[in-house]
């Protein structure tokens, strides 16, 4: 079954990993994605530990359903093998500071007039202007420059980096809506567009909530760890063999709660009778609660709230969670065999078309294992890659 971009080719010049999931989610649509890594190391995500087998997880994560083609955009050769890509390409993407993409010329200026319906997507750190545009950004980094680190973590003790990349991923995201905004656009306008996005304004935009309250209150949120600055009891807790997410977001689970638990005088305490009093006196709240909740292990709780009017969860890890039925059942946990590495497992599609499925086609591939079939199908013949590879441009 064809997937919804069927049709839409993608050139990926892009490295790490914001570029590369772009690339990846329009692939996994269905798009034909060709992935231009410089001959040699390749996308330095190819490096990255741990492994999976023999391939870095950061590669394996953000490359399935392309193909690589080695490509040294310095040299007027790849340049050259470039420009015949873009030829019949719909989409480019690179994540380039904006003063390289400049100096290697592949910019939207440079493509525009050549190629006028090449939609060019430009992920960048900081923008593309702007005092900080031409500094390197990394995940870690502009969760500290945006505040995300602030509100991350336990009151009293430092900020911590959030665990998931989120503001790699999340720039992927965004990029990913662009280009599809602009291939639909270009259906009424035969034009391409430049689509920019950056990990900054990716990750202040999914900081939406921790903005409008400090606009609201003219206060900086603060670190609260499990807790939640406007709802209680919402917090992790301590039970007889590990941990547990407990919330009761509404008065009626706030009295189910209660009622579980044994706590029956907590739903009259004048200290706790609205969610308002239950965040202003939270610390109280969540110690009477934690002291109860010790009592019994995970698998009791999850019995005895079962079925109530409770908001609950076991603090899984990864092993744990990508083991729960309910993972399985949505479909993902993708197994399937990999040409050198055996039986494989990969993180699923998690947006369902119904007639129009995401589909995983093509392993993530090795360095330059399509550069041959890529060149022939733009018209290169056998001495023309003998050229190219004499010269080192693939």
């Known amino acids: 079954m064809q997937g919804p971009l069927t049709g839409i080719t993608v050139i990926d010049c892009s490295r790490a990993?914001?570029?590369?999931?772009?690339?990846?989610?329009?692939?996994?649509?269905?798009?034909?994605?060709?992935?231009?890594e410089a001959p040699g190391d390749g996308d330095e995500g190819r490096g990255m530990t741990p492994t999976y087998g023999t391939d870095s997880c950061y590669f394996l994560l953000s490359n399935r359903n392309?193909?690589?083609?080695?490509?040294?955009?310095?040299?007027?050769?790849?340049?050259r093998i470039l420009q015949r890509l873009l030829v019949d390409a719909d989409v480019f993407i690179e994540n380039f500071k904006p003063q390289t993409a400049a100096r290697l010329g592949v910019t939207y200026e440079a493509f525009r007039d050549k190629h006028p319906r090449l939609i060019h997507c430009s992920i960048t750190g900081f923008g593309p202007t702007g005092p900080m545009s031409d500094r390197p950004a990394m995940d870690?980094?502009?969760?500290?420059?945006?505040?995300?680190?602030?509100?991350?973590?336990?009151?009293?003790?430092?900020?911590?980096r959030m665990g998931v990349a989120v503001s790699d991923l999340g720039a992927a995201l965004h990029a990913a809506y662009g280009i599809l905004a602009a291939v639909v656009a270009r259906v009424s306008t035969g034009r391409g567009q430049k689509v920019e996005t950056s990990l900054l304004e990716s990750t202040i935009a999914l900081?939406?909530?921790?903005?409008?309250?400090?606009?609201?209150?003219?206060?900086?949120?603060?670190?609260?760890?499990?807790?939640?600055?406007?709802?209680?009891p919402l917090q992790v807790f301590e039970v007889a063999d590990g941990y547990m997410l407990i919330m009761a977001?509404?008065?009626?689970?706030?009295?189910?709660?209660?009622?579980?638990?044994?706590?029956?005088?907590?739903s009259s305490?004048?200290?706790?009778?609205?969610?308002?009093?239950?965040?202003?006196?939270?610390?109280?709240?969540?110690?009477?609660?934690?002291?109860?909740?010790?009592?019994?292990?995970?698998?009791?709780?999850l019995a005895l709230f079962a079925g109530r009017d409770i908001q609950y969860s076991l603090v899984n890890n990864t092993a744990e969670a990508l083991d729960e039925p309910q993972v399985l059942h949505q479909?993902?946990?993708?197994?399937?065999?990999?040409?050198?590495?055996?039986?494989?497992?990969?993180?699923?599609?998690?947006?369902?078309?119904s007639d129009t499925p995401a589909g995983f086609r093509l392993d993530p591939p090795a360095l330059?294992?399509?550069?041959?079939?890529?060149?022939?199908?733009?018209?290169?013949?056998?001495?023309?890659?003998?050229?190219?590879?004499?010269?080192?441009?693939?």
């Open 140 to 160: 870690a980094m502009m969760q500290a420059y945006t505040g995300v680190m602030s509100v991350t973590g336990e009151p009293g003790r430092a900020p911590v």
């Open 17 to 36: 990993v914001a570029g590369p999931y772009t690339g990846m989610l329009l692939g996994d649509l269905g798009a034909n994605v060709i992935k231009i």
């Open 66 to 79: 392309k193909r690589s083609i080695t490509l040294d955009l310095k040299s007027p050769e790849g340049q």
């Open 368 to 394: 330059g294992q399509h550069t041959e079939e890529i060149l022939r199908e733009i018209g290169c013949d056998t001495a023309e890659i003998a050229h190219l590879r004499e010269s080192r441009a693939i």
């Open 207 to 232: 900081s939406a909530y921790q903005n409008t309250s400090y606009w609201g209150t003219g206060k900086p949120p603060e670190r609260l760890g499990s807790a939640h600055a406007a709802m209680a």
């Open 331 to 353: 479909g993902m946990v993708i197994e399937r065999p990999h040409p050198t590495l055996g039986t494989m497992k990969f993180t699923g599609f998690p947006v369902k078309l």
């Open 249 to 266: 977001g509404t008065q009626k689970q706030w009295l189910s709660l209660c009622e579980v638990l044994g706590l029956d005088e907590l």
């Open 269 to 301: 305490d004048p200290r706790f009778t609205t969610n308002a009093l239950r965040v202003q006196h939270r610390d109280a709240l969540h110690l009477l609660i934690g002291g109860m909740l010790l009592r019994h292990s995970r698998a009791e709780w």
